[in-house]
């Protein structure tokens, strides 16, 4: 493992008082990671250093073809002073493997891990503390050669930024209303749509635009081929409860595949619950709904955890959920998870990860 060299700040930022006006990723903390790639040196000479702009070439690549590929997770303090990261050996497991798709370099997982926590340790003092409150990390690397060309890079920057982030709900869960769409695709199988990158992000824009003007909060994607199976929401994965059991789209190449979704499928197998991977078409979804069978519904991620979905519009069908209200199994992931993220409820399935000091 490289060590990393650390350069303090002399002028470190006034912390946010108001941890009720924190909202996300609008504030960043007083340090960043950074190391670059070479086909000489490999990666090398990771630094944390003063959060700063960086500078790049006009022509770097990344901004021109995007390849370029991002990871999100969080820290959280206990009500007796730790320092948690939640899962994140699943976010760089993850991350090597939206690399691998996108030509970047592996970045090795013992100094990936080292960069989390020396990082969050150096700015510990910026994590927020109020219920619901964390420290959003966000890994990235783009692509850096000064060319117009169109092939993979030989030069890269890894970088981490640290943004302390407000509650997620501010009085409690909230259902949100969920528009899915029929006319844009966000990706289809065989193309990017498994790897963390902001080239499924702006394909995303147009359509939630739309959903926006409808009054709807977030697009809900079917699958790229036939624009009949139920895939993704923007920045979420998906789950049904149908006639009792547990549904939620299987991973097939184009959905993104969270680490809250998997920690949910634990969970929900854990409690004796029935959970089924599988497809499941956005005609059998508005049956289960005429019809009562479609119990709960719920979006997962690591910005909101758990999101309640009251409803779903598919044309002009609007399917009411739940009587618009929050369902048990949400309800029960959400304190489950960010209990066990908080250091709340014991963690026995060794989720999550102490950031030492
Ligand atoms: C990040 C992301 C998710 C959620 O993944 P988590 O690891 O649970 O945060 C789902 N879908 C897309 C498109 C994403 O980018």
Redesign the pocket.
């Given at each position: 493992m490289q060590e990393i060299k650390i350069e303090l700040t002399k002028t470190p930022k006034q912390k946010p008082q108001d941890q009720s006006k924190l909202g996300f990723g609008k504030i960043f903390t007083d340090h960043m990671y950074i190391m670059p790639y070479n086909k000489e040196h490999g990666w090398h000479d990771p630094k944390i250093v003063p959060y700063q702009p960086i500078t790049l070439e006009p022509s770097a690549m990344v901004f021109h073809y995007g390849q370029e590929m991002?990871?999100?997770?969080k820290a959280y303090k206990t009500e007796d002073g730790r320092v948690l990261l939640f899962r994140p050996d699943?976010?760089i497991a993850?991350a090597n493997h939206s690399n691998d798709r996108l030509c970047i370099p592996e970045i090795p997982a013992d100094d990936f891990l080292n960069a989390l926590k020396t990082l969050v340790k150096v700015d510990k003092d910026w994590i927020p503390t109020q219920p619901g409150t964390s420290l959003y990390i966000r890994p990235f690397v783009i692509a850096t050669d000064p060319f117009l060309g169109v092939r993979p890079s030989d030069t890269y920057l890894f970088i981490i930024i640290l943004s302390p982030s407000g509650a997620y709900y501010e009085s409690g869960l909230d259902p949100v209303k969920i528009w899915i769409e029929d006319d844009y695709v966000?990706?289809v199988r065989g193309g990017i749509?498994e790897a963390?990158t902001g080239g499924?992000?702006v394909a995303?824009l147009a359509a939630q635009v739309k959903a926006h003007d409808e009054g709807y909060s977030q697009v809900l994607w079917l699958d790229g081929v036939e624009r009949k199976y139920i895939e993704?929401?923007?920045?979420?994965?998906i789950f049904f409860k149908i006639n009792g059991k547990v549904v939620t789209p299987m991973l097939n190449g184009s959905?993104?595949?969270?680490?809250?979704?998997?920690?949910c499928i634990d969970l929900c197998k854990h409690w004796g619950m029935e959970v089924e991977e599988r497809r499941i078409s956005v005609d059998e979804l508005v049956e289960a709904a005429k019809s009562g069978a479609l119990e709960e519904c719920w979006?997962?991620?690591?910005?909101a955890v758990i999101s309640p979905v009251g409803a779903l519009r598919y044309e002009d069908t609007v399917m009411e959920i739940g009587g618009g209200g929050i369902g048990p199994v949400s309800q029960k992931l959400y304190d489950t998870v960010t209990g066990l993220q908080t250091g709340k409820v014991e963690d026995t399935f060794g989720w999550t990860v102490e950031v030492d000091g």
């Open positions: 991002f990871e999100g997770l699943k976010n993850r966000r990706a749509g963390k499924n992000y995303s993704e929401v923007g920045a979420m994965n959905i993104l595949p969270g680490v809250t979704r998997a920690s979006g997962s991620g690591t910005a």
